[in-house]
C-alpha cells in the first residue's frame, strides 16, 4: 500500500506540468513616424505608453496605425497585417521559467510583382522580457517610416 | 458506640430487605447502634444506586461478544522487527519525496528579468542594412537602412 501511494506521488512530481505553454500574449504597437519640422513632438492619443521608448529617435510626429495584442501560439506563426505592404509574422519557441519567450520575428514585404514571393525585411530572433519593449524600425512608409513597438505580456 | 449482639442478623436481615414484621425489624427499632448501622448501610445502597449505571449486555449480545475476545486472542501480534521495518521504509519514501521535490522545484532557480535579448537579426533586402541596438533607454532595437536611391 505505502509502494503504491510512493509511486503515484513521485510519478505526479517527476511528471510536472504539461510541456507547451500557452500561448504568449504579445502587445504591439505599429507607429507612423516623420518629421515634420515641429516645435514640440506630437504624439497620437494612445501612444503615451510608447513615448520614452521612442524618444531617443529623431522623428517629430507619431501617428498611431495599429495596436493589438496578439496571443501567438508555440511553434506556430501569428501574422498581424502592418499595412498593405507589411506583414508582422511571430513564432514563439520557447519559453523560460522567469516568463521570457524565445521568439522569430519577422516582417514580410509584398514585393511590387505580386507573382513573386514577399521578401523577409526584417528577421531576427529575440528573448523577449515579460513588460520589457523592444522595437523594430526603419520600413519605408508613406513620407516616413515604420516603428514597431512590442512588449511581451 | 457498642457493638450488638443483632448485628449479623440485622445485616442479613438488610441484605436480604426483610419484611418490616421481621424480629430484626423491631429490633432496630429499639436498638441505636443497629438503626445507626441500617440508616449508613440505606445511604450507601442509594448512592451506588444513583451513580452506577451499569452497562447490560443482554442475551442475544453474548455470542457476538465472545467471539470478539475470541479472535482478539487468537489473532498473534505482529512482531516488533517488522514494525520498525515498516517505519523506516516510511520515513526513507517520506525523505525521498522531499528530496524529489526540491529537486524539481529548484533545479533551474529563478532567473532574473532584464531586458529583451536580440539574438540575430538579418534582411533579405539587397543593398540594405541591419543592425540590433540597445538605446540608452535600454530598448532592444532592430533597425533596417536603406540608402535614399532604393525605391521599395
Redesign the interface.
Known sequence: M?LVA?TI??GA??A?PDDTPPPARVAVVVVHATREARERTHFDPGLEPIR??V??LNFDTYRKIAAKVLNASFEEETRFKLSKKYTLVLTPLSK?????V?MK?RID?LPENLRKKP??????????????????????YDGGELVIVME?K | MRRCGWEKRVELWFDGEGAPTDPEAAHVAQCPHCAAQVAQWGALRSAVRETAASEAIADAQFPAFFDGIREQVRTPMRPRGHRKLWAALSLTAAALIVAISAVVVFRDGPQPVGATVIESCSTELEGATIRSYSSDEGVATVWITVSQDDVW
Open positions: 505505502n510512493l506521488i513521485v512530481v517527476l510536472g520614452e521608448t524618444s531617443d523560460a521559467r522567469n516568463g521570457a524565445r520575428v514585404m521578401v523577409a525585411v526584417i528577421s531576427t530572433t529575440v528573448v523577449a522580457k515579460p513588460g520589457k519593449h523592444f522595437r523594430l524600425g526603419g520600413l519605408r511581451l
